[in-house]
């Protein structure tokens, strides 16, 4: 095939074409490139620009899309933020704190973190303690974390921790994990505090129960409570340590694979008001 000579419009070179690809052009009008990029930079209409900003003299490239687009052509943005800032009408305000009136540029009432005056808590120690006492004469016992969620913060700022806020009122503080056994009133051993309200729930409504019964197939894991073909968990600590929420994804699944009639409780189940009622209905009629 025989090659003929032609010239790219945009940088002059000459370059190399069939006499097919020739007519082809001359019939339709089609002007020829050499390269994509004479191409592309021969259909792109660049309009060479100064930086808007004074004292800048960038030589800036924009299309005449982008030049429809804004009113002025900045070379950067922290060249259009120093023009645009500067056009801002600043508003000087005052310290509100009345030991202060610095004035300062902004939106914010104060000047500093340090003038923003601290606002006195209703919790003192006394009244802390009283929650306390209040809570042990309605319900016979010291209340957890989560039934007095609201003094938890205001108990430790003052006290340093919630247990030594429970010391201070004159009891001992609950067990970390599973450090001591409760006792119900049916002789059985427990694990927690919440776990033998439980327990003691099923014994004032006489259902026989067992405690710690193994799951099918040794798989090594114990329920908390079994009561005929229902396996009962109580996950009191779900949400607050990794170990213990892996090892209660564990049980769901297993019970979901044996096909095991699993009831979950929750201290909200128990705190701070008690819904034994309604989750165990089952074993009421």
């Known amino acids: 095939m025989r090659l003929l000579p032609v010239f790219c419009i945009q940088c002059g070179k000459t370059f190399y074409r069939s006499r097919k690809r020739i007519n082809e052009s001359s019939k339709f009008g089609w002007k020829s490139f050499c390269s994509d990029p004479c191409y592309r930079k021969f259909h792109t209409k660049l309009v060479i620009l100064t930086c808007a900003r004074p004292n800048c003299g960038k030589i800036i490239k924009r299309t005449p899309i982008e030049l429809r687009r804004v009113k002025a052509s900045y070379c950067s943005h922290s060249c259009a933020a120093l023009i645009i800032n500067s056009t801002r009408h600043k508003k000087i305000r005052t310290c ?118 193994p799951y099918p197939g040794n798989q090594g894991l114990k329920v908390d409570f079994r009561i005929g073909g229902f396996w009962i968990e109580f996950f009191g600590l779900s949400g607050e340590h990794k170990r213990y929420d892996q090892l209660k994804r564990k049980k769901i699944r297993l019970a979901k694979k044996l096909g095991l009639n699993l009831v979950s409780i929750y201290p909200k189940d128990l705190f701070p008001k008690s819904k034994l009622s309604d989750k165990f209905a089952f074993l009421l009629k």
């Open 96 to 213: 509100a704190n009345p030991l202060c009136k610095s004035q300062f540029m902004g939106n914010r009432k104060y000047c500093s973190l340090s003038c923003i005056p601290v606002r006195k808590s209703k919790y003192t120690k006394r009244t802390i303690l009283a929650d306390i006492l209040s809570f042990v004469r309605d319900y016979g016992r010291i209340p957890t974390k989560r039934e007095l969620n609201r003094l938890y913060r205001e108990a430790r700022k003052n006290f340093g921790t919630w247990n030594k806020a429970i010391e201070k009122a004159g009891f001992n503080p609950n067990p970390v994990m599973f450090a001591s056994k409760f006792v119900s009133k049916d002789g059985h051993k427990c694990d927690s505090m919440a776990e033998r309200i439980i327990d003691d729930w099923f014994y004032s409504r006489k259902t026989k129960h067992e405690r710690n019964s």
